[in-house]
């Protein structure tokens, strides 16, 4: 195609779009269209919490009461701080600044890693207090089979989350090597602003998530 | 161009304060007796939280008309999701 103007002459440049700002543009649309089915696979998860709260206020605001509230807020400030550096890296791959943007993904994967290591030792202290619900769950007689259901849907719901971020910080590999290898350029930045949308819609999950799993019912006791 | 990027920084540092502060006061007033009010609060922040992460982080504020119908629309069906199972389940005790 002699005619292709120069700035459309680009290596990731694919030829059904007008230009790369279009190619940039539905690309980043697309992300948003999976964030939808994204925002409703986890409202069906929110869903049950509210019904089953709704049904078993006290033994919910109990079962809340053991979670580690100092390792949520903890994560909820590593997660943000995550968040920051993400919209920094991407900053920095519109502007072609290669060593900033590496600097900055590797800090959003070291704040994922922080987060995923806060989590497990919080999973750690469930098992030892017997609170993983199965056979061996442990509970306040009173609201024993109540908070089981409690504790069914902090682990699926957490452990979906933090399955989402160990995904992203496979996205953040691949995003680095990327970058490192030179294909992120202030033309082409698409990959790493498509990247950040996830990362920030997990953070945004975990926004929810830490009032309604570990502050219900902190007041009362 | 790079003028540009300097204020969306200004913009990112500000909202990440925000966020913060937002952080610790859902924190702290959970420790308050405000009664069914302590849910509508924590619910309140987070949603306020969300909206600037969506705005600022994710550049919704800038984006294309096409992608405000597609969260919009996003929003609406998570909408539908709720208020409708909301209505037997948290009616059911009325009667």
């Known amino acids: 195609m002699p005619d292709r103007p120069a700035a459309v002459a680009h290596d990731h440049f694919a030829h059904q779009f007008e230009s790369l700002e279009h190619q940039k543009e539905v690309s980043l649309l697309g992300m948003w269209v999976f964030l939808v089915t ?18 078993y206020p ?39 600044q290669r060593r900033t943007l ?16 806060v989590k497990a030792f919080e999973y750690y202290t469930e098992y030892v207090e017997r609170h993983v619900p199965g056979p061996g769950f442990q509970f306040e007689a009173e609201y ?30 691949v995003m680095l090597w990327l970058a490192w290898r030179g294909t992120i350029t202030a033309e082409y930045a698409s ?7 996830y990362w920030h819609f997990v953070d945004i999950v975990w926004i929810f998530l830490f009032p309604l799993l570990y502050l219900v019912g902190r007041h009362v006791h | ?25 859902t924190w702290q007033v959970a420790y308050f007796d405000l009664g069914p009010l302590n849910t509508l609060v924590a619910l309140g922040i987070a949603i306020f ?23 919009i629309a996003g929003l609406f069906w998570l909408g539908i999701l709720l208020v409708l199972t909301a209505s037997d389940y948290l009616t059911r005790t009325w009667i």
């Open chain 2, 49 to 71: 939280k969300a909206t600037l992460v969506v705005l600022i982080f994710m550049h919704a504020r800038s984006s294309p008309r096409l992608t405000w119908i597609v969260i």
């Open chain 1, 191 to 197: 990959p790493i602003e498509i990247s950040g949308l």
């Open chain 1, 58 to 96: 006290a033994a919910f605001a109990a079962a809340s009461h053991e979670m580690i509230v100092w390792a949520g807020t903890l994560n909820t400030v590593v997660l943000i701080t995550s968040s920051l550096t993400m919209a920094l890296a991407v900053n920095a791959a519109q502007e072609g």
């Open chain 1, 102 to 117: 590496m600097m900055f993904l590797i800090a959003t994967m070291v704040l994922g890693c922080v987060f995923l290591g």
């Open chain 1, 144 to 173: 024993a089979s109540q908070a089981q259901i409690f504790f069914s849907l902090y682990f699926m719901m957490t452990g979906l989350h933090a399955l989402h971020m160990i995904i992203g910080l496979g996205i953040m590999a």
């Open chain 2, 1 to 25: 161009m790079s003028t540009d990027h300097a204020a969306s920084r200004r913009s990112y540092y500000t909202v990440f304060l925000v966020l913060l502060v937002c952080t610790f006061l």
């Open chain 1, 38 to 55: 994204e925002i409703l696979f986890f409202g069906g998860l929110f869903l049950t919490y509210t019904v089953y709260r709704h049904w």
